[in-house]
């Protein structure tokens, strides 16, 4: 190897060196703003708080006031918590789905996968019809992650047919978001008052009624899906290149998307089931990290996690100051806060090929 060739591997290796540096500090920097934003979500409410009794009663609850750690523990955290661990899997699911059928529009929202666990949750809310009547007690989040399910397996299994595009998946995702708001508009017009009232605040999403044992269940599947996610992260990274090229460095691209669409339906199914629909997370979380961290997986997988957590938070925050003493429906302020911005990222990079 002359002198120059070496020269020049060694500028690329600093180049590379500098860049994934430059990433682990923004990623940092995001994990920092996630962390005061959690931090400002608990102390927000009815009762607001200062960050420093917050987060003294978080690291020493036992010299804090019984109201004030009951406030903050048993009240603010699930809530809080929760919007982190929904945050980071719908938009994890939402990047794992735009990278297997490489489609900027994909995420669980767009693919019909919320209209469907809101239909099953409507189900049980207005007929009382429980998908598995041994769990009567959990009806609604267990209808909706059935139907959920359900919808994320027909888009699959239409994904694996002979002669279907990509562009054919997004299709049969819209017309089951279209399908599924149908057959939902019809329980709504036969429901009574108080379940339609039921219905109503369920689809909007809410995280008002997130408790520890939602938190554990949600986190759960977090933490079992991103590892698997990262241990294929070389071949996902290579599936953006397209399929042939992916084939020829030696990724099973059928296997691969197999695997990923089971595990992303599960990581979408389980928090749409207990938070209710909440839009554009899975969506524009990824995106995010796109433009931050770019395609690597390894460091792409991290932002979007933490992209989807902040912006749900953030969104948290803001549904508590919006209207002082009211807490609104989280998922409202997801389409409020998601749908200007999405404007944004599409004609800022409206040059940029996919």
Known sequence: MTDMAVEATATGRDQYRALAFRRIVILSVLAFALAVSVSVDMALGPANYSLTQVLSTIFDPATAANQLRVVIWDIRMPIALMAITVGASLSVAGAQ??????????????????????????????????????????????????????????????????????????????????????????????????????????????????????????????????????????????????????????????????????????????????????????????????MVVGEDQRFFLPGSVICGALLLSVTSVVSKVLIPGAILPIGVITALVGVPFFFVLIFSNRRRAW
């Open 97 to 290: 789905m735009q990278t297997i059928l490489s489609n900027p529009l994909a995420s669980p929202f767009t693919l019909g996968i919320s209209a469907a666990a809101a239909f099953g949750a409507a189900l049980g809310l207005v007929g009382g019809v429980a998908l598995f009547p041994g769990a009567v007690q959990y009806m609604v989040p267990i209808n909706a992650f059935v139907m959920a399910m359900a919808a994320a397996l027909f888009i699959h299994f239409a994904s694996t047919m002979r002669g279907v595009s990509v562009e054919t998946i997004v299709l049969l995702g819209i017309a089951l978001v279209f399908t599924f708001n149908a057959a939902l508009s019809l329980l709504e017009y036969l429901a009574s008052e108080q379940a339609l009232a039921a219905v109503v605040f369920w689809t909007m999403g809410s995280l008002t009624k997130a408790t520890w044992a939602k938190v554990y269940v949600t986190a759960a599947i977090l933490v079992v899906t991103v590892p698997l996610f990262m241990r294929n992260a070389w071949a996902l990274t290579a599936l953006r290149l397209g399929d042939d090229k992916a084939a020829s460095m030696g990724v099973n691209v059928r296997r691969l998307r197999l695997t990923t669409m089971m595990t992303v339906s599960l990581l979408a199914a389980i928090p749409v089931s207990f938070v209710g629909t909440i839009g554009f997370v899975g969506l524009v979380g990824p995106h995010i990290a796109r």
